[in-house]
């Protein structure tokens, strides 16, 4: 008896993270945080991750939060793949 079940493709993971900066073509780096319980303790802490992400359109800016998901390796250490763009950083032109 076989069973095909077409809805059996794992979901992947998805995160919202910030970009911290872009590492060249196509290629971004998001950081992402996450809180956890110290097991002692008790008492909250952050934890930050870093992912380098594959942005084909380049259109992802340093600041932005993104939504990011799972891939197949695209390189040695990337691994995700952009989704969209949560909220754009806001560019301050004060400074210049």
Known sequence: MT???????AKKRQVEGVVVRRSGAKTISVQTATTIRHPLYRKSMKRTKRYLVHDPKEQAAAGDTVIIREARP???????????????????TSEV
């Open 3 to 9: 069973v095909t079940d077409t809805n059996s493709v």
């Open 74 to 92: 695209l390189s040695a250490r990337k691994r995700w793949v952009l989704v969209s763009i949560s909220h754009k950083a806001s560019v301050d």
